[in-house]
């Protein structure tokens, strides 16, 4: 079921940064786990963050590790992503998807957590 949006990608040169956003107007954000994901032309979806409902448990892809940045905002009902120096492998559509509430404050990377998924933003790094 797709019931999130992601706004925010777009073409970008090597180096330069974007900031994805992913909402919905169905329900508070705040009480999943928020995961981003990507998938690459001919490549399987990757998992690149998630943020627990909380914002006190917060994973990275390796790939990703010190580029990427994944936050919430609660107050309008928000999770973004931030990715700097961004380099032509990234390219890739991008998903935020959303987990079922855990009982411990926790997110995980594995799509198969996740069963409520946007439509997708394409983000193109090419010089």
């Known amino acids: 079921q797709l019931h999130l949006v992601e706004s925010g990608g777009g073409l970008v040169q090597p180096g330069g940064s974007l900031r994805l956003s992913c909402s919905t107007s169905?329900?508070?954000?705040?009480?999943?786990?928020i995961g981003w994901f990507r998938q690459a032309p001919g490549k399987g979806l990757e998992g690149v963050s998630c943020?627990?409902?909380?914002?006190?448990?917060?994973n990275y892809a390796d790939s990703v590790v010190g580029r990427f940045t994944i936050s919430r905002d609660v107050a309008n009902n928000m999770v973004y992503i931030e990715m700097n120096n961004l380099q032509p492998e990234d390219t890739a559509v991008y998903y935020c998807a959303a987990a079922p509430p855990p009982v411990l404050d926790i997110c995980l990377l594995p799509a198969g957590s996740y069963n409520t998924w946007g439509q997708g933003t394409q983000v193109t790094v090419s010089s």
């Open positions: 169905r329900f508070t954000l705040g009480t999943y786990p």
């Open positions: 943020i627990s409902p909380r914002g006190t448990s917060r």
